[in-house]
Antibody, heavy 120, light 107 residues
Framework: QITLKESGPTLVRPTQTLTLTCSFS??????????VGWIRQPPGKALEWLAL???????GYSPRLESRLTVTKDLFRRKVVLTLTNMDPADTATYYC????????????WGPGTLVTVSS | SYELTQPPSVSVSPGQTATITCSGD??????TCWYQQQPGQSPVLVIY???KRPSGIPERFSASVSGNTATLTISGTQAVDEADYFC??????????FGGGTKLTVL
């Protein structure tokens, strides 16, 4: 059974850096084709793709946010970490991590999400 | 930047067919999928690779893609299908893009 779970702060001050961790089980991020992505959703709004890290260390970032995003993986600890710098109230959202399986370009399994609020 | 356009809302009567569209430039040339999101829940994949259903997704969910439009069809819509639906596309040029979402109301 594949599971993912996001963790990190629920409240961040403007200009601070957000660090979120995705802890996963039930699959290997060493398997060819597998990736873990980050997606966010402001309250009542649409999903927005942020970043993705592949089994082979390749990474992809949203062009709109690329300058602020970094994604890394820790295979031993089965974790993927996302950092988003210079947080703004507009970054208030539920942040999800999700697994991309070995085939195709879609997210098979999602974590429950974590709501991050940016406020002074 | 690439955009996917969905109608904000669609209404359907129980037992009828619901149709949700997703429009984007040359969408048929990309890989498209659909997610269902119940209130307060994470998205769930209901269609992948344009037309395929994951195991566990009811047969009443189907999809097609042609030209600039992908269509999600729910036949014999049930009350449990009331949710937000998001399309998502991918290719090497646009990376990962989500549509704005459609709220399906089963009246």
């Amino acid at each position: 059974q594949i599971t993912l779970k996001e963790s990190g702060p629920t409240l961040v001050r403007p200009t601070q850096t957000l660090t979120l961790t995705c802890s996963f089980s039930g699959f290997s991020l060493s398997t060819s084709g597998v990736a873990v992505g980050w997606i966010r959703q402001p309250p009542g709004k649409a999903l927005e793709w942020l970043a993705l890290i592949y089994w082979n260390e390749d990474k992809g970032y949203s062009p709109r946010l690329e300058s602020r995003l970094t994604v890394t993986k820790d295979l031993f600890r089965r974790k993927v970490v996302l950092t988003l710098t210079n947080m703004d109230p507009a970054d208030t959202a539920t942040y999800y991590c999700a697994q991309k399986g070995t085939k195709g370009h879609y997210f098979d399994s999602w974590g429950p999400g974590t709501l991050v609020t940016v406020s002074s | 930047s690439y955009e996917l356009t969905q109608p904000p809302s669609v209404s359907v009567s129980p037992g009828q067919t619901a149709t949700i569209t997703c429009s984007g430039d040359k969408l048929a040339d990309k890989y498209t999928c659909w997610y269902q999101q119940q209130p307060g829940q994470s998205p769930v994949l209901v269609i992948y690779q344009d037309t395929k259903r994951p195991s566990g997704i009811p047969e009443r969910f189907s999809a097609s893609v042609s030209g600039n439009t992908a269509t999600l069809t729910i036949s014999g819509t049930q009350a449990v299908d009331e949710a937000d639906y998001f399309c998502q596309a991918w290719d090497t040029n646009i990376a990962w893009v989500f549509g704005g979402g459609t709220k399906l109301t089963v009246l």
